[in-house]
């Protein structure tokens, strides 16, 4: 079975700075697809990025960044010019081709500090 | 959105009080999954369905059942509540290999 290990529970970063976010998973699998999701306190759950495996290169989206090492079985995510509407609980997930269900991590509470 | 609709946003209901969940779709995705978050576990998959009628369960399923009738609905049925299934339920839909999209959750507490 696959695990997705969040090892940070909360973490801060000022405002404007840089923040990387931990998630190691396991597999056996050597296809499968790897997420962030944001859920700020409005509780709604936002895609923020999406990484497939057979990609060496690393997914970015705006201020969202990725460093996967696909051999670590390592999937952290880095936020650039932190604001403050970034706090939020942040989510790695993991899934294997053909819609098997999203295994979650416990997350990471992630606050901007002004 | 993604056009997704859980219903209803919040619900006090009382131990050993049947409670369904509703999740409605617009998209016409074949996949749907009904998670639970709590503090400290993250999200937990209940059910989830790969179409009409067919369902699957999940790593928390006991004490929830599911029934998907028609495309666009997908229901979760707890059949006598307890303390322990206080939480927030979310609802999830998506098409082949496609990313999650999530309804806005629904808050189930449990006197």
């Known amino acids: 079975a696959q695990t997705v290990t969040q090892s940070q529970p909360e973490m801060s970063v000022q405002e404007a700075e840089t923040v990387t976010l931990s998630c190691t998973y396991d597999?056996?699998?050597?296809?499968?697809?790897l997420f962030w999701y944001k859920q700020p306190p409005s509780r709604q759950m936002i895609l923020v990025i999406r990484q497939e495996a057979y990609k060496q290169q690393n997914a970015t989206e705006n201020r969202f960044s990725v460093n996967f090492q696909k051999a670590a079985k390592s999937f952290s995510l880095k936020i650039s010019d932190s604001q403050l509407g970034d706090t939020a609980m942040y989510f790695c997930a993991f899934t294997i081709p053909g819609n098997t269900p999203l295994v979650f991590g416990k997350g990471t509470r992630l606050s901007v500090i002004a | 959105d993604a056009g997704i609709t859980q219903s209803p946003r919040h619900k006090v209901t009382e131990t050993g009080t049947p409670v369904t969940l509703r999740c409605h779709q617009t998209?016409?995705?074949?996949?749907m999954y009904w998670y639970r978050q709590d503090p400290g576990h993250g999200l937990r998959l209940i059910h989830y369905?790969?179409?009409?009628?067919?369902?699957d369960k999940g790593e928390v399923s006991d004490g929830y059942s599911v029934s998907r009738s028609k495309t666009e609905d997908f229901l979760l049925t707890l059949e006598s509540a307890t303390s322990s299934q206080t939480s927030v339920y979310f609802c999830?839909?998506?098409?082949?290999?496609?990313?999650?999209?999530f309804g806005n959750g629904t808050r189930l507490t449990v006197t």
């Open positions: 369905s790969y179409g009409v009628k067919d369902t």
């Open positions: 998209e016409n995705h074949r996949y």
């Open positions: 597999t056996s699998e050597n296809n499968y697809y």
């Open positions: 999830a839909i998506s098409a082949r290999d496609s990313p999650l999209h």
